[in-house]
Structure formats: structure tokens, C-alpha cells
């Protein structure tokens, strides 16, 4: 019984030691910092490809396939073309998921999997809608109960609203509640660690500035 927790122990430390690896956390500092940069959906794919080859030397590690994947989804909101969706969201979800298998029950990496949803979705809204979108929601509703504090759940919950329809239960006076929701959370947000995911502030305002910016005005036929 001595050896058994003698050996625990050994696991425990060599678990935390590998979690405080200089050479990991040097190579994850440098590619967020290169990350920041990225402007173009070819920029975000090749940091992807950096993050993927980081998760390839720390296989036990979540946050370089959690990033690997994040980065494939903002591609795609850039790149603005849907033919590309579905294969470059493929390798964000098999990464996603491999976070998930790492850390369970992050709420992080379910509003993640939520954004590769909707990615998917709008490939072809009308049809895929109906049988993603519940999906969707849910891994969103998951990620709001594991951690209520997460802003970046309530962001991506408004750019959602926002560009939906009201007909089909949207619009921009539920996705602004929503930005103002996240903002709020923002103020009082603490990452766990400069590794861990701490954006979407800067989108956030973005998005409050269009709430605020008057209504067109309405055309009388003059």
C-alpha cells in the first residue's frame, strides 16, 4: 500500500511537472502572441498548424487543441466562403473533442464545440439548422451551467441572436442584451492563467457599438 502511494505521488508531481513545463508554456506564450497578430484566414491556419504541432508533443496537454480548433473556426468567419467550412471545421471538431477527453466539463471548450456547430450551420442554414441547432444550444446551455461567469458563452449567444431573425425567436434587441450580458461578465472575468482563453472583450465592444447606432431612417416614398 506504501508503494501504491508512493507511486500516485510520483504521477501527481510528474503531472504538475509537465503542466509547468518552460518549454511548453514558452512555445504556447509565443504562438498566442502570434495569434494576437492574425488578421487573414490563412494567418489563423497556419497558427493552427503551430498549435497543432505543440498538441502533437503534449499529447496530455487540452489548450493547444483547444486553440489548434479555435483558430480554424475564426478562419472561417473570415474567409467568408461556406465551401470551405465543412473540411477545415472537420479537424476543429476531431481537436475539440480530443480537449474535451482532456478536461471534461470545461466550459471553455463547449462554447467552442457550440462555434464549430454553427459553422456547420451555415453551410446551409435552412436545412442544417434544424438539425444542428438544438445541438448547438445545448453544448451553449451546458457551458452557461458548468460556469455562469464565462463571458465568452454570452458573446457568442448574441452574435447569434443578433444575426437571427425575430420570426425565428433572434434580433438585434436580444443579441445587444446579450453583448451588454457578456461585457458585464468581462469586468469581473479572471483567466485561470495567461494561457488560458481570455479573448473576445475587444468583439464584445465592437458589437455594443453597433446596438447603440441609430435606426435607418424609415423611406416615405418622398
Known amino acids: 500500500m506504501k508503494n501504491l502511494f508512493t507511486l500516485i505521488g510520483f504521477i501527481c508531481i510528474s503531472t504538475i511537472a509537465i503542466a509547468q513545463s518552460p518549454k511548453f ?5 509565443k504562438t498566442l502572441a502570434e495569434m494576437d497578430t492574425c488578421t487573414t484566414g490563412d494567418q ?16 496530455n496537454q487540452w489548450l493547444p487543441f483547444y486553440y489548434a480548433a479555435l483558430s480554424r473556426v475564426t478562419a472561417i ?6 465551401s470551405k467550412n465543412d473540411v477545415i471545421l472537420e479537424v476543429a471538431e476531431k481537436h475539440a473533442l480530443t480537449a474535451d477527453s482532456l478536461q471534461p466539463n470545461n466550459s471553455e471548450i463547449y462554447v467552442l464545440r457550440s462555434m464549430i456547430i454553427g459553422g456547420k450551420i451555415m453551410v446551409d442554414p435552412m436545412t442544417r439548422g ?3 441547432g438544438m445541438k448547438s444550444m445545448m453544448l451553449m446551455s451546458k457551458a ?14 448574441g452574435q447569434s441572436l443578433f444575426y437571427t431573425p425575430p420570426q425565428f425567436g433572434g434580433g438585434v434587441d436580444k443579441g445587444c442584451e ?19 482563453p481570455n479573448w473576445g472583450e475587444d468583439q464584445v465592444d465592437e458589437m455594443l457599438k453597433q446596438c447603440t447606432k441609430p435606426a435607418p431612417p424609415v423611406d416615405g416614398g418622398n
Request: charged fraction near 15%; glycine fraction near 2%; avoid cysteine.
Open 25 to 29: 508554456n514558452d512555445a504556447m506564450t
Open 77 to 82: 468567419f473570415i474567409y467568408n466562403d461556406v
Open 144 to 157: 452557461m451551467s458548468i460556469d455562469a461567469n464565462n463571458p465568452r458563452a454570452y458573446y457568442i449567444t
Open 130 to 132: 434544424q438539425q444542428l
Open 44 to 59: 489563423f491556419m497556419a497558427i493552427s498548424n503551430k498549435f497543432e504541432r505543440i498538441a502533437l508533443a503534449e499529447k
Open 178 to 196: 446579450m453583448f451588454n450580458t457578456a461585457k458585464a461578465k468581462y469586468g469581473i472575468f479572471v483567466a485561470a492563467s495567461p494561457l488560458h
